[in-house]
């Protein structure tokens, strides 16, 4: 069963994205949203941990967030793939499961 | 009255909760009152500071520009901690360019933000009468 695993606080701020990461199962998503998109910039103190979950886990970042936040897409670590709201329900629908990392 | 030294700490993220909002709304008013008020970004908050944030698509308010008018308030020092800003990958370069015109000077324009380390910071907050936590 696949689940999408949603992240919406900054991994500098909590550990939500190293929990979700460490208690998510091999072929899961990841998606980053609200504050949680710092987790998918590159050059930052946990840049590593994230591409190393990489193997394991298709990652996704919510677009519009980054842009509040004056984030470039362009830093965003490569693999990472950048969507919008419609892709945010298409990921909703292509996975069993949704669980919230609140 | 007597002046007294306010420092504006800065720790959060914009966006995402409502402290970094709230906290310059407090500044402004504050602004009224002629203290020394200064600000602190450490931690997620120098993310408030970010150059081209853009809010369009998440239909909340922008008002990363508003820190742009504090130089106009006579709030004329952000200080920014270098190690925050390295652990999230940033420089300054990324961050706005904030100025304040010094009337002791013909007006020039002078940069608001003070890249410091983090023993530097602890010294300014030191020098503290108030420091308001966000």
Known sequence: MSTLHTVNKSPFERDSLATCIRLSTKG???LLIEDGVFGAMSGTDHSDMVSAAMKDASFYVLGPDLAARGMSEDRVIDGIQVVDYSGFVDLTTKHDTCQAWL | MSTKKFMFLNRKAPYGTVYALESLEVVLIGAAFEQDVSLAFVGDGVYQITK??????????????????????????LYVEKESLEAR????????????????????EKPSIRLVSSEELAAVFDEQDVVLSF
């Open chain 2, 52 to 77: 081209g944030q853009s809010t369009d698509g998440i239909g909340m308010k922008n008002f990363s520009p508003t820190f742009k008018a504090l130089g106009d308030y006579e709030i004329t020092k």
């Open chain 2, 89 to 108: 990958g940033l420089t300054l370069d990324d961050l706005m360019e904030l100025t304040w015109e010094d009337e002791d000077d013909d007006w020039a």
């Open chain 1, 28 to 30: 899961c998503a990841i």
